[in-house]
């Protein structure tokens, strides 16, 4: 199965792609975090997308889609993917059905994950990450206790949380206004495509989950 999320940052596209991840054996290619990890690692492509990251704008087109051309080349999505990021503006989307003709693997389905604008910036401000493990949680859904008994895979000790640098509140304005402006016409462009199925995206992850697995089963 070849899924895209589409959403706005904050929307749970990531944790609902670690539940796609279990339910269905495909891997999760999150541009943002093959970005993020570019940036740790001090790349050459890491410090060109740098600036555009941390200021919320996007990297540009053409180091988006170099990296996404070298990770669909990998074996392990032969079997599907789920795209978390990718597309976020109309050439990325027509860079990828075309890269996707080429191989004559085609999408199945782009999820779009609906939640309102007041929700988004709540769950953004909330968000936490495991600077060993790479857990995302959030400290607004999730119970503290349970939190802080929660071991980390990596170290074996409570989870070392931090939070994103382009999760503050001035970044977050401007990637929330980035993707009304670019992002959001692919909405438009998969339903002219038939392949868009809407789903609400508010409530508990597992709702969520439940709602995400009825739109794929169409
Ligand atoms: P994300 O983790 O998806 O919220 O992405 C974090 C940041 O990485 C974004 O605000 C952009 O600066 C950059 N980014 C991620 N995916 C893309 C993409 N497909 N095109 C351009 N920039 C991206």
Known sequence: MRIVLL?????GKGTQSQWL????????VSTGDLLRAAVANGTALGLKAKEAMAAGRLVDDQIVLGMIRERLAEPDTGQGFILDGFPRNLAQARALDELLAQIGQPLDAVVQLKVDYAELSRRIAGRRTCSDCGRVVNLLTSAPQALAAERCPKTGQAHRLFQRPDDNEATVAERLRVY???????????????LLRSI???????????????????
């Open 7 to 11: 959403g706005a940052p904050g929307s």
């Open 180 to 194: 009304e402006a670019q992002t959001q016409p692919l909405v438009e462009y998969y339903r002219q495509q038939n």
């Open 200 to 218: 609400d995206a508010e409530g508990e992850v597992t709702e969520v989950s439940a709602r995400l697995e009825q739109v794929l089963a169409r």
């Open 21 to 28: 991840v279990g339910r269905f054996h495909i891997p999760q």
